[in-house]
């Protein structure tokens, strides 16, 4: 273990070679991200002011609405700063950050889509009981556990990631930080975070 070397800092795949053509992509990417945050804004926005949509259907829509900008955030602006300094790089700290958050982001959503789903079978089904079932405590509950499984899975998933030492290569062929790519590049002794990786992975992919 004394003659390896550890990375702690990665390359990112090039997405054009030319530079110039790299600042136009970082423009098209700009405007395609402020178009995407523009719709984000003005569909919160629509539920916020319309009182007739204050209902828990479309609270917890507004929810990954949220939740789904938020996973683009973590991914886009980095990709655009990359294009527009002409600059590959990435460290080992900036990954493990975009990894927690993308992951949070992504395990709250399907949790809200659960929980969505749920509410939607008890109208369906028990519509006459629904209001007696279901009560703004239970949606709170639902909210507060939604985020807390996030977190903890999030936190979970990036420690038994990052415990590995990455010392073949120090390239991700991809334009982010993608957890396949992290694994492929790290040391061979990946059985436990395999392990943990599998959910993930078919979620996200």
């Known amino acids: 273990m004394d003659n390896l070397t550890i990375f702690t800092e990665f390359f990112l795949m090039d997405i054009i070679s030319s530079w110039k053509l790299q600042v136009l992509q970082g423009v098209l990417f700009l405007v395609i991200y402020l178009g995407a945050l523009t719709g984000n804004l003005v569909f919160v926005t629509v539920i916020v002011t319309d009182t007739c949509l204050h209902s828990p259907m479309y609270f917890f829509i507004s929810n990954v609405v949220l939740l789904d900008f938020g996973s683009i955030s973590v ?55 629904c209001g007696l079932i279901i009560s703004l405590s239970l949606y709170s509950q639902a909210t507060a556990a939604s985020w807390a499984s996030g977190l903890i899975y999030s936190a979970i998933h990036t420690a038994a990631l990052f415990r590995l030492l990455f010392i073949k290569i120090n390239v991700i062929q991809q334009y982010f930080c993608d957890i396949p790519q992290i694994l492929r590049i790290s040391s061979s002794d990946v059985q436990i975070s395999e392990f943990v990786n599998i959910p993930i992975n078919i979620c996200l992919e």
């Open 75 to 129: 991914i886009v602006p980095k990709i655009i700063v990359n294009c527009m300094k002409y600059s590959k790089t990435i460290s080992l700290t900036e990954c493990a950050v975009y990894i927690v958050f993308y992951i949070l982001f992504a395990e709250v959503e399907l949790a809200f889509l659960v929980v969505m789903s749920c509410d939607h079978y008890l109208e369906i089904c028990y519509l006459l009981h």
